[in-house]
Nanobody, 125 residues
């Protein structure tokens, strides 16, 4: 079992930055791939970014590539999402997730076993 708790969300203006954190507890953090997903009102949950167990490989949705950076600190059992140049369309509840997906399925929410409760990010224009 892994418990995940996100923090760092808030209300910002377009062009601002935020850093989300996701603290994990309860199991071996460094044996899981970690990901961020988001869900806007009336829309399906969508993949944002993922980082493999070692932290050596990261993957991003096209919509955030070049603006967002995912990282992990295995010593602190924490994964981060640095979000720069935020846009109103980034407004959503952001969730972190843990799993052991195969490479071909890293963007699928079904590949992740554990989820946090989410943190709201609102970007005003």
């Amino acid at each position: 079992q892994v418990q995940l708790v996100e923090s760092g969300g808030g209300l910002v203006q377009a062009g601002d930055s935020l850093r989300l954190s996701c603290a994990a507890s309860g199991s071996t953090f460094n044996s899981y791939g970690m990901a961020w997903f988001r869900q806007a009102p009336g829309k399906e949950r969508e993949f944002v970014a993922t980082i493999r167990v070692s932290g050596g490989h990261t993957y991003y949705a096209d919509s955030v590539k070049g603006r967002f950076t995912i990282s992990r600190d295995n010593a602190k059992s924490t994964v981060y999402l640095q979000m720069n140049s935020l846009k109103p369309e980034d407004t959503a509840v952001y969730f972190c997730a843990a799993g052991r997906p195969v490479l071909s399925a890293i963007r699928s929410s079904a590949s992740y076993y554990y989820w946090g409760q989410g943190t709201q990010v609102t970007v005003s224009s």
